[in-house]
């Protein structure tokens, strides 16, 4: 069973955590102190970190600093920081000293399982990424970066691929603007949420039937965008077809 370290002082905040995480199936251990953070990964095995940075001792980015600076496994065990600190700087200050991800509070819930999920697949390294998405008339050709609808092919720049691909990695879920970000245009950029928008705009006008009335790509109010697929719609292995 995938075993998370969650380090919060917010009671409230890390019950919430708590409870999310093991309804999900995970099996959790909880600190409020930094301190106790370092301690409790030097004597067990966890697969992840969900580390806040305001702690009552040394701050979130001195315990991934810690972290990172072993020989031993939690030199690159997975690290989700948490931080209401939204500016760009501290962002960039958690990634530079090791953080797999970064979330700005407040976070949906939501959001946060689908950004445990992401990391926990990188860091395993082996899981399988979709091969084909289809939906409609549309079919999706990610290793040969070839979309069809009704059987014609339709141009769509790679940007649009990473972005679909983000949603067959969990289809008909919710996904933020910031997981779309941070997915489909990477850690090392730095574009806004609107920039997402805008795309999403345009990648409607080329699979939607109805654009301004759209089937498959909807927007959820407040929470971000969902492609309106079911798992089984999801190829995962060889893409076959054209």
Known sequence: MTRILVVEDDPSIR?????????????VDVVSRGGDAVE????????????????PDIDGFEVCRRLR????????LPVIIL??????????????????????????????????ASVLRRAHGGAVEPETLRFGDMVIDFPRQIATKRG???ELPARAFAILKVFARRPGEVVSRQLLLDEAWGYDAYPNTRTVDNHLVKLRRAIEDEPD?????????????KLDVAAAAVTLGPARGG
């Open 15 to 27: 019950l919430g955590l708590e409870d999310t995480l093991r309804a999900k199936g995970y099996e």
């Open 83 to 116: 931080s209401a600190r939204g500016a760009e700087i501290d962002r960039v200050r958690g990634l530079e000293i090791g953080a797999d991800d970064y979330v700005t509070k407040p976070f949906s819930l939501m959001e946060l399982l689908a950004r445990v």
């Open 40 to 55: 409790r990964v030097g004597a067990g095995k966890y697969d992840l970190v969900i580390l806040d940075v305001m702690l």
């Open 213 to 225: 009335r759209p089937r498959w790509l909807l927007t959820v109010h407040g929470a971000g965008y």
């Open 69 to 76: 600076a072993t020989r031993g496994a939690s030199a690159t």
């Open 152 to 154: 014609e092919r339709v």
